[in-house]
């Protein structure tokens, strides 16, 4: 997921003199789906099948763990003692010994005090960032921020800032023009888009000099970022900071689903008593509870998946940049390649699948530079081999190649 712009929409009617029929209620979407369509915009669902030999770097599994047996294992395990549902809000019956047992291993992999569990980590952006502002607090967010920080923000009860991408100075100088009594300031660590990572030291520093609080969406740093894949917190050595909440999610490193936020103890207390969409939320499926448990446990042991999926990312750019392609510079797990346009990289992205390659394609409103491209996620458990054919693959299938 990323960054979303306002959607292509149609022009608004003339005024109502009389009521549409019914069966004209809706006729006005046609008209924005078609311009949707001229604009290059058209998204469309494909179902995959169980056993697909297409070679993925479209997810998000970046450690290849949503296939490990003893991933799988565990879901099919929780599934079947707890059954397939957590049957409703966790303050009421959706909190099993799981999610217990999950939030308190997050907290503690993480170096932070507690962990709370949400069924996704849209969710929990949402809950971080509507639960922890008011009136008197000032929101300063990035300007690429992922789509979820931007809901947020928007649900938020709050001023919103929005500051210029990968700028702490201009974070500063935000924070130092407040009249606000609080102040909180938001950023994706991974930014995934391009892959580049922020820079939350600084942000960090810029925060603490101003008395505000720190927020950071750590989805594609968790698993790849820090000692062991601990996240982008313990890279900057902020694990564990007063000031600093984290939400994650589990279903990219984690190869399962759901998010949580983890951070200071008396946050996730106000968090469980005031975010609504825990409150008012049906918990997270025990079965993706047990396959979030058993990954972590995978990483825990084997730390070396993290340092790997940043060792592919790192091979995947300098290849595709040797073949002459514009490909980014990796912080995390994330490549791009730029293509020359919204409809080029639809076709490009359609070539490599017919090819056997899949890979995303991030086109505007979805990308805040308003350049498309290619997205590769470099998963941990790739080949040299599997790496070099999709290199090929994308060189071959190129537009103008």
């Not at 606000?180 to 950023?187: F, T």
Request: glycine content about 8%; charged content about 20%.
């Amino acid at each position: 997921m990323v960054n979303s712009a306002a959607p292509v929409t149609a022009e608004p009617p003339a005024p109502v003199t009389e009521p549409p029929a019914p069966a004209a209620v809706f006729d006005w979407l046609d008209q924005a789906a078609e311009l949707r369509a001229a604009a290059g915009l058209t998204r469309t669902l494909r179902s995959r099948p169980a056993e697909d030999p297409v070679l993925d770097l479209a997810g998000n599994d970046y450690l290849g763990l949503v296939h490990h047996p003893d991933v799988t294992r565990a879901a099919a395990e929780a599934a079947l003692r707890w059954g397939g549902g957590a049957t409703g809000s966790r303050l009421v019956t959706g909190t099993t010994a799981l999610h217990t047992e999950l939030e308190l291993e997050l907290a503690e992999f993480c170096g932070a005090e507690a962990a709370l569990v949400f069924s996704s980590g849209y969710a929990a952006n949402l809950a971080a960032l509507t639960a922890l502002t008011d009136p008197d607090t000032l929101i300063v967010s990035d300007a690429y921020n992922h789509a979820s920080l931007i809901d947020g923000c928007r649900l938020a009860r709050s001023d919103v800032h929005r500051a210029p991408h990968d700028d702490p100075a201009a974070v500063a100088a935000a924070l130092a023009a407040r009249t606000h009594r609080r102040a909180l300031v938001v950023s994706d660590s991974v930014f995934s888009v391009d892959g580049n990572a922020a820079r939350v030291g600084e942000l960090s520093a810029a925060a603490r000099a101003h008395g505000a609080a720190l927020l950071i969406d750590d989805a594609h740093g968790l698993g790849v970022l820090g000692p062991g894949g601990r996240g982008a917190l313990a890279a900057a050595g902020l694990a564990g900071a007063p000031d600093t909440v984290a939400t994650v999610t589990l279903s990219k490193s984690l190869g399962s689903q759901g998010g949580a936020v983890v951070g200071p103890r008396r946050v996730i207390r106000h968090l469980t008593e005031t975010a609504r969409t825990f409150i008012f939320d049906t918990g997270l499926a025990p079965a993706a509870v047990g396959a979030a448990l058993a990954a972590l446990r995978l990483l825990r042991a084997e730390p070396e998946r993290a340092d790997r999926a940043r060792e592919v990312a790192r091979l995947l750019s300098a290849q595709l940049t040797a073949v002459g392609l514009h490909a980014s510079t990796p912080d995390a797990a994330v490549v791009s390649v730029r293509a020359p346009g919204p409809e080029a990289a639809v076709a490009w992205a359609a070539d490599c699948r017919t090819a056997g390659l899949a890979v995303g394609c991030f086109r505007p409103p979805s990308v805040p530079d308003g350049i498309s491209r290619l997205r590769l996620t470099a998963r941990g458990d790739l080949t040299d081999a599997q790496i070099a054919h999709a290199v090929e693959v994308i060189r071959r299938t190129a537009p103008g190649a």
